[in-house]
């Protein structure tokens, strides 16, 4: 009866996400239609985020942006984030384990915060930069109570034009866990093309050789409003974590609508 209930929970949730994505697409549908009889630039909205990597991009004061992520093992992980002010942004995200498919019981991790000031904005040669705080860490262990790959922590990034119109670099450098005070790198690319597709890739938690992480993935802007991520995280690994879980390549894909007040 108890496992019953819990599928039954998961089909009314999986069924609100779909109503809300198709809501969040007619949504921007129409926001793309007025901005066309209006005569505004239709053009895509900015990156905040390659994949894991952030870049100096913002969500606009008084917008919002919501992300959802699709990960192995039946997991969902949502963002909610708020340009509260000019040049800040809030947000919080919430981790579900197994929600998607027949595995049980579901889980949710508590919630996380993120936030993120851009304090320059940049020129031809120098690149704009921000920094901010991701709380948020992937693959929660219950038993030893934090997650296997950690949070970002206090970060600052840069993006700059290289070259080729549409192409940008996203070096960052962040600090997950301040009782070591170890130093991570990561860098990200990203390649808009025509306003329709976006190629992306990253190499995230650069420390030593085999803790970094390869990234790469699609972008497919179906309005300037919506996007589809389709990506393959880990490329390449074949390792375990510390709990004795398998590290190995997974695929994801990630819903993004931006909007505003």
Request: charged share 20%.
């Amino acid at each position: 009866m108890k496992k019953l209930k819990t599928k039954t929970l998961k089909n009314y949730f999986l069924f609100l996400c779909c109503f809300l994505a198709l809501f969040q697409l007619s949504q921007a549908q129409e926001k793309r239609k007025i901005t066309l009889l209006s005569g505004e630039v239709d053009v895509a909205q900015p990156y905040t985020d390659v994949l894991d990597v952030p870049t100096s991009a913002i969500t606009d004061y008084g917008g919002f942006a919501t992300r959802t992520r699709f990960f192995s093992g039946g997991g969902l992980l949502t963002y909610l984030t708020f340009g509260v002010f000019q040049r800040l942004n809030l947000g919080a995200s919430l981790n579900f384990d197994r929600l998607i498919g027949n595995s049980s019981p579901v889980t949710i991790t508590r919630p996380e915060i993120q936030v993120k000031f851009r304090f320059y904005d940049g020129d031809r040669y120098l690149p704009s930069l921000a920094v901010g705080y991701d709380g948020q860490g992937l693959f929660y262990d219950r038993g030893l109570k934090k997650y296997m790959e950690r949070s970002r922590g206090l970060f600052v990034v840069g993006s700059l034009e290289m070259g080729l119109p549409g192409f940008f670099l996203h070096p960052e450098f962040n600090i997950s866990d301040f009782d070591t005070d170890d130093i991570f790198g990561a860098v990200g690319a990203t390649w808009t093309i025509e306003d329709k597709i976006s190629l992306m890739a990253e190499y995230d938690n650069i420390r030593r050789i085999d803790s970094g992480r390869f990234n790469a993935g699609l972008r497919i802007h179906v309005t300037p409003f919506f996007n589809i991520d389709f990506a393959v995280r880990e490329i390449g690994k074949g390792n375990t974590f510390a709990n004795g879980a398998s590290q190995k390549a997974e695929r994801i894909v990630q819903l993004k609508y931006t909007g505003n007040f």
